[in-house]
């Protein structure tokens, strides 16, 4: 499968311009042909919002707004899977709306294929948005199931990865857990991820990565290493904005970028090549398409179980 991750710092609030320069670096990165383009969380409308009120006037509604035409129109244009992240309002069957963090799929159509709502809820998304497995008592959390053309798949927005609310137990790896019972074979992360880096750090080498989320983007699939019998690969794609985001009320965040293609398989994670002994990974400040066909070989070896 050829994945294209795009990285890029939306401006918060600027819907329009950030659709723009979503499909400008698309189409510069002059992708022959892809199967799967995954975009970050909240991509377009940006996410540091304080509150409900600040981000009321951008929620979509539920797979039919602006970011979900987006995608269907890329989708039929480069006749591949599109996983964007939006806020989305939701209709509920007696009239009242709820908010959620989500990401939808579209295929090679233009036809909507998942809406998936974050489970785990970072505080940023507590002013605004309600968990996605709350909303139906005798829904699980996250999202492991089958999806035509794209077969066994996961979907996870960024806090879904860590501890629930950082009080459960470190090992107790829920997310990991959940797509190995599912029995996942592909995982797709969108993200705003944050970064300790203060932003004049980020304009030093800002094509290198930030290695220390990488590692600890590693450490929360921990259960993939370990898992017995794990012949069959997982390949897990992290589509992580960069850049740094202010608000209205002073709150200023950095964003990690450092998006990246993992392979797990046999006990050990490798990286894939996008050049001659160069990894396929962005820069912490780098915005672009990585591209990775994951029928080639991984030849970066990350970590190896038991090492």
């Known amino acids: 499968m050829r994945i294209a991750v795009l990285q890029f710092a939306p401006t918060l609030g600027d819907v329009e311009r950030n659709m723009q320069h979503a499909s400008n670096l698309v189409?510069?990165?002059?992708?022959?042909?892809?199967?799967?383009?995954?975009?970050?969380?909240?991509?377009?409308?940006g996410y540091n919002f304080p509150n409900v009120s600040a981000i009321t006037p951008y929620l979509e509604p539920t797979t039919s707004g602006p970011t979900t035409r987006w995608a269907a129109t890329i989708a039929k244009q480069y006749q591949c899977y599109v996983i964007v992240g939006y806020p989305e309002i939701a209709t509920m069957s007696d009239g009242t709306t709820v908010n959620y963090n989500s990401t939808v799929t579209v295929g090679p159509s233009g036809e909507v294929l998942n809406?998936?709502?974050?489970?785990?809820?970072?505080?940023?998304?507590e002013t605004w948005a309600i968990e996605g497995f709350r909303?139906?008592?005798?829904?699980?959390?996250?999202?492991?199931?089958?999806i035509e053309g794209l077969g066994r798949i996961g979907h996870g927005i960024c806090m879904d990865?860590?501890?629930?609310?950082?009080?459960?137990?470190w090992a107790a790896y829920e997310f990991a857990n959940s797509m190995l019972a599912g029995n996942a074979r592909l995982v797709v992360l969108s993200m705003a991820w944050l970064t300790r880096l203060a932003p004049e750090d980020l304009k030093l080498e800002p094509d290198r990565p930030?290695?220390?989320?990488?590692?600890?983007w590693l450490e929360r699939f921990h259960p993939f290493l370990e898992a017995s019998g794990l012949r069959d690969e997982i390949i897990v794609v992290f589509a992580n904005r960069c850049g740094v985001e202010g608000n209205r009320e002073g709150d200023r965040v950095?964003?990690?970028g450092s998006s990246c293609v993992m392979r797990f398989q046999g006990g050990g994670v490798r990286m894939f090549e996008k050049a001659r002994n160069e990894v396929a990974i962005l820069g912490?400040?780098?915005?672009?398409?990585?591209?990775?066909?994951?029928?080639?070989?991984?030849?970066f070896l990350l970590q190896q179980k038991g090492v």
Request: hydrophobic share 35%; charged share 20%; with cysteine.
């Open 27 to 45: 189409y510069t990165s002059q992708p022959e042909s892809i199967d799967m383009l995954v975009l970050p969380e909240m991509a377009f409308s």
């Open 115 to 125: 809406n998936y709502r974050k489970s785990f809820l970072y505080y940023t998304d």
């Open 135 to 146: 909303s139906n008592s005798t829904q699980q959390p996250f999202f492991c199931g089958d």
């Open 161 to 169: 990865i860590n501890p629930y609310q950082f009080t459960a137990p």
């Open 210 to 216: 930030d290695m220390e989320t990488v590692a600890y």
């Open 254 to 256: 950095c964003y990690a």
């Open 284 to 299: 912490k400040a780098e915005e672009a398409v990585l591209l990775v066909d994951t029928a080639q070989p991984a030849r």
